[in-house]
């Protein structure tokens, strides 16, 4: 079974500047996760869609963060204008939502904004 | 909001036991659940407990509930080098409202 998919792995970029980030979960998950692990720290929830819509976004700064799930399948995490905070690594994670909700991660993508 | 806490940083020798502790506030958890973390990867289930459950046995692994303290531990027997890694605590309530402690960083020497 494929796991969490991410790209890209690593992404340097300028503060003010935008970057995308790409998650595609395991087949047949309806819940996706995005999460913000600052180093040092624990993941923080950014957002969590169920299907195509969104069940908690309360945590993501809606002034510079946005994302989305169209097709309830890949989900796309924007940041734009980036600032030197947002140096973080984004987790993707999906869960069957059955049973335990035990969650599978993707190996991240790390962000540097310089 | 609910938090979860962890000691940050725990040392033992190969072949020790390890044990890892986590104290959490939200009272309506319905699972708890301990991941790990290897150096530039995601993080990966190690084990979790049903909140009406106060032990959990898994091979290497022992989860201690106490629901009255609000506190969770990790046991880990004979410690391996390969046990290096951060674990997370964390809880949820029925797959919704996950929230992870900050990580302990577990370092096995020689």
């Known amino acids: 079974e494929a796991g969490v998919a991410q790209s890209p792995r690593y992404k340097i970029i300028e503060k003010r500047q935008s970057v995308a980030f790409w998650c595609n979960p395991i087949s047949g998950h309806a819940t996706l996760y995005w999460y913000q692990q600052i180093l040092g720290q624990g993941p923080k929830l950014l957002i969590q869609f169920q299907n195509n819509g969104v069940v908690d976004d309360s945590q993501l700064p809606k002034d510079r963060f946005s994302a989305e799930r169209l097709k309830g399948v890949d989900s796309t995490l924007k940041i734009q204008p980036a600032k030197l905070e947002d140096s973080a690594v984004y987790l993707c994670?999906?869960?069957?939502?059955?049973?335990?909700?035990?969650?599978?991660f993707g190996e991240g993508s790390r962000l540097t904004v310089l | 909001g609910e938090d979860v806490e962890q000691s940050l940083f725990l040392s033992v020798r190969e072949g020790d036991s390890s044990v890892i502790n986590c104290t959490y506030t939200d009272s309506s958890s319905t699972y708890l659940y301990w991941y790990k973390q290897e150096p530039g990867a995601g993080l990966q289930l190690l084990t979790y407990?049903?909140?009406?459950?106060d032990m959990k046995q898994d091979q290497r692994l022992t989860v201690l509930l106490n629901k009255k303290d609000k506190h969770l531990s990790l046991r880990i027997a004979d410690t391996q080098t390969g046990d290096s890694a951060i674990y997370f605590c964390a809880e949820d309530n029925y797959g919704q409202n996950f929230v992870f402690g900050p990580g302990t960083r577990l370092s096995v020497l020689p």
């Open positions: 994670a999906s869960s069957s939502g059955l049973n335990t909700g035990e969650l599978f």
């Open positions: 407990i049903f909140s009406n459950m």
